[in-house]
């Protein structure tokens, strides 16, 4: 079997199957997938073939496999759309606490510390760390809401 079609079964076995043992987090949650991809031939053609290093993707956690709500993802974007991250959202960005982190060279853990003692989501972002400092002076001509 290629690995689009493992994809494709995979998928299916999640959202229809009550012995799986991820349909509780899929099916069990509601989440279906189109009917056009009752076959592997439909979901061939919304989606092609599966890129080397990439998996299916629901884009919105909660929604649907569709071709509206799917794409081939990395593992990092993945990891990156988990519906149990926590989103911080500065102006007209939207983005996790590990994609904060990594952009600003903050550490997640002290993020995640700042924001369970109470701190303002944006503070807790963007009051440089350590690491951080040499970014402060990029976010200086950004006006965040404090």
């Known amino acids: 079997m290629s690995p689009t079609y493992n994809t494709w079964s995979s998928m299916r076995r999640r959202c229809s199957k009550e012995s799986n043992h991820n349909y509780a987090e899929y099916g069990g949650r509601g989440i279906g997938y189109d009917?056009?991809?009752?076959?592997?031939?439909?979901?061939?053609?919304?989606?092609?073939?599966?890129?080397?290093?990439?998996?299916?993707?629901?884009?919105?956690p909660d929604g649907h496999?569709?071709?509206?709500?799917?794409?081939?993802?990395?593992?990092?974007?993945?990891?990156?759309?988990l519906r149990t991250n926590h989103v911080v959202t500065i102006?007209?960005?939207s983005l996790s606490v590990s994609e904060w982190a990594d952009l600003l060279g903050i550490g997640?853990?002290?993020?995640?510390?700042?924001?369970?003692?109470?701190?303002?989501?944006?503070?807790?972002?963007?009051?440089?760390?350590?690491?951080?400092?040499?970014?402060?002076?990029?976010?200086?001509?950004?006006?965040?809401?404090?």
Do not use: H
């Open 108 to 146: 997640r853990a002290m993020i995640y510390r700042r924001l369970a003692v109470g701190w303002n989501p944006v503070k807790a972002v963007c009051i440089p760390g350590k690491l951080g400092r040499r970014l402060a002076s990029d976010l200086a001509s950004y006006r965040f809401p404090l």
């Open 91 to 93: 102006g007209p960005f």
């Open 35 to 60: 009917e056009k991809w009752d076959t592997f031939a439909g979901f061939l053609e919304d989606m092609g073939v599966r890129p080397e290093g990439k998996t299916l993707d629901r884009m919105d």
């Open 65 to 81: 496999y569709d071709k509206d709500n799917c794409r081939w993802a990395t593992p990092t974007e993945q990891v990156n759309n």
